[in-house]
T-cell receptor
Framework: IAGITQAPTSQILAAGRRMTLRCTQD?????MYWYRQDLGLGLRLIHY???????GKGEVPDGYSVSRANTDDFPLTLASAVPSQTSVYFC?????????????FGPGTRLTVL | GQNIDQPTEMTATEGAIVQINCTYQ??????LFWYQQHAGEAPTFLSY??LDGLEEKGRFSSFLSRSKGYSYLLLKELQMKDSASYLC??????????WGAGTKLIIKP
């Protein structure tokens, strides 16, 4: 089934632990994105990748890292989780970076840091 | 700074028409998107405007005025399944999407 998958669906994590959120797409899209969504706030971009092998920082990158070793996978790592990273995380992809690129979203990961 | 404003919540009646407004101030403009997001689900694409005017797509239409920094999403013949949040997003000069907080639309029978 074409689309974007994310894992895990939800996770409860102790503060200070390391966690990797997985994202895989099978649409051969060049660009991929990680957002967090918090109540009352819009989606905020954490990191992005315009093509395999490149990454860039978004609006709220601190405490997060990403890698893009191939076209399909774009994992997001929290090196040492803190309670303020409690959020819903969405991975998205688009055919390419640039104008009018509809982004397709994964189902999200609900993360709680205690 | 960059800012996208839209109402937090709106209520409408099944079968009626509702207009959801979005105003924006961003560093550059390369287009405006509307997405629909049902509770607990991912956002899904509804419409894209880059030129001034109205884009119609079935029961949904989206309007853009670049000079006023203004857009609206018009939903006609409302159905209960239209109960969702509607997200306005502007593509800035770096081709990144800047998102509004979303408008929660409640449809009553």
């Amino acid at each position: 089934i074409a689309g974007i998958t994310q894992a895990p669906t939800s996770q409860i994590l102790a503060a200070g632990r390391r966690m990797t959120l997985r994202c895989t797409q099978d649409m051969r899209h060049n660009a991929m994105y990680w957002y967090r969504q918090d109540l009352g706030l819009g989606l905020r971009l954490i990191h992005y990748s315009n093509t395999a092998g490149t990454t860039g920082k978004g609006e709220v990158p601190d405490g997060y890292s990403v890698s893009r070793a191939n076209t399909d996978d774009f994992p997001l790592t929290l090196a040492s989780a803190v309670p303020s990273q409690t959020s819903v995380y969405f991975c998205a992809s688009s055919v390419m970076s640039g104008a009018h690129n509809e982004q397709f979203f994964g189902p999200g990961t609900r993360l709680t840091v205690l | 700074g960059q800012n996208i404003d839209q109402p937090t919540e709106m209520t409408a009646t099944e079968g009626a028409i509702v207009q959801i407004n979005c105003t924006y101030q961003t560093s550059g403009f390369n287009g405006l998107f509307w997405y629909q997001q049902h509770a607990g689900e991912a956002p899904t694409f509804l419409s894209y405007n880059v030129l001034d005017g109205l884009e119609e797509k079935g029961r949904f239409s989206s309007f853009l005025s670049r000079s006023k920094g203004y857009s609206y999403l018009l939903l006609k013949e409302l159905q209960m399944k239209d109960s969702a949040s509607y997200l306005c997003a502007v593509e800035d000069s770096n081709y990144q999407l800047i998102w509004g907080a979303g408008t929660k639309l409640i449809i009553k029978p």
